[in-house]
């Protein structure tokens, strides 16, 4: 049977299968989108799974600026300037929490938070050793800027790969002087031997 697409007395329009009412798309008069849903709470929810990109590579979601957020996105150096590394991040991710929680989601139903145990950071914590991660949005409320954090962790990885390559050479370096160490005591102990074992001279 044919879609039925209505528009509701306040701008609303929905695309249905007949006797499925939200079954496909549906577009409310805030501009909130969802498929699956007759009901989204953001911009764009998806009841379902979503795919992206084509048959040999993934999609890319990008943020406002272009920036990539996840997936296969474009990288090539030629499209970039002024590349600058980054600098050392061990010891601020050392500094982060990753906690278990409940959101208050009683207290801020606006929001529709779910009501399962979640995971993540705390956003002041962060703010404290990585303000680059933390956005204060315009109702005053802060949130974290997790896609930044796999290339923060992959730094993070680099400088305690640096640290123990320098432990791994320190090390190389205290068993050569040991083993020198031991060749002299050796040599002194055959030394005192000798003494013990020859006739002093009358």
Known sequence: MPAVASFGGLGEFQIDAPFAPGGRLTVMETGLTGIGTSYPF???QVVGDVRIGAADENGCIKNFGGGTIIGT?????????DVTPFGPVLRALAALQPVHYYWRAAEFPDRHFGDGRAYGLIAQDVEQVLPELVVTQE??????????????TIQAVKELTADLDATKSDLKELKAENDM??????E??????????TPLRQ
Do not use: N
């Open 42 to 44: 953001d911009r764009l």
């Open 73 to 81: 996105c474009s990288s090539d150096v030629r499209f970039k300037k």
């Open 139 to 152: 109702d005053g409320y802060k949130a974290v800027d997790y896609s930044k954090l796999p290339l923060l």
């Open 181 to 186: 160490l031991k060749m002299h005591v050796a």
């Open 188 to 197: 002194l102990e055959r030394l005192v031997r000798t003494l013990l074992t």
